[in-house]
Each structure stands twice: as C-alpha cells, then as structure tokens.
C-alpha cells in the first residue's frame, strides 16, 4: 500500500477539472478513522475540499466513489500514451 501524508492509502484515483485543464488526486484512505458506517475515508486535492473543514466530499471524490475516474496507475499510463483525460 501507499503512503500518504502518513496514513496508508488503498487507492488513488486521477478526477479531471470540468473547468480548467487540471487534474485532482483523490485518495481513498485503507486505514481508521472510518466513517459512521465503518467505510474508509476519502480526501481531495483540490481546494473546495483542502480549504473547509469540517470536511464533505467535494464533486471529484463523489465522481471517484461512483467508478467514473481512472486509477491513478490508469492516468500515468494514459499520459505516456499520449491519452487526455475526459
């Protein structure tokens, strides 16, 4: 597993912007604290979800909780081929 800020991360997945040419990292989280209902937590690099507090999840970590995003492997692979994001 992968280590983030450091609390053990069990996934990361890339969200594109709808606005700008950005990409967000959105960590899904393998370790405690849970949420009520004992599922791990979820964080976002962007600044509606780094800049409030107590925090909610912002549109990238509903899109990846969905299946909409890519893996964070899937994104750097897609890079290398040349692939944008959509």
């Known amino acids: 597993m992968l280590s983030v800020n450091g609390r053990m991360a069990k996934q990361q997945f890339v969200v594109p912007s709808e606005s700008s040419n950005r990409e967000y990292m959105v960590t899904q989280?393998?370790?405690?604290?849970?949420?009520?209902?004992?599922?791990?937590?979820?964080?976002?690099?962007?600044r509606g979800w780094t800049?409030?507090?107590?925090r909610r999840d912002c549109k990238h970590i509903i899109y990846a909780r969905a299946g909409g995003a890519l893996t964070a492997e899937q994104a750097v692979i897609n890079k290398l081929l040349g692939v944008r994001l959509e």
Not at 29 to 45: L, N, R, S, T, V
């Open 29 to 46: 989280f393998g370790d405690p604290p849970f949420d009520a209902e004992h599922h791990p937590e979820w964080a976002c690099g962007c």
């Open 51 to 54: 800049s409030h507090f107590p």
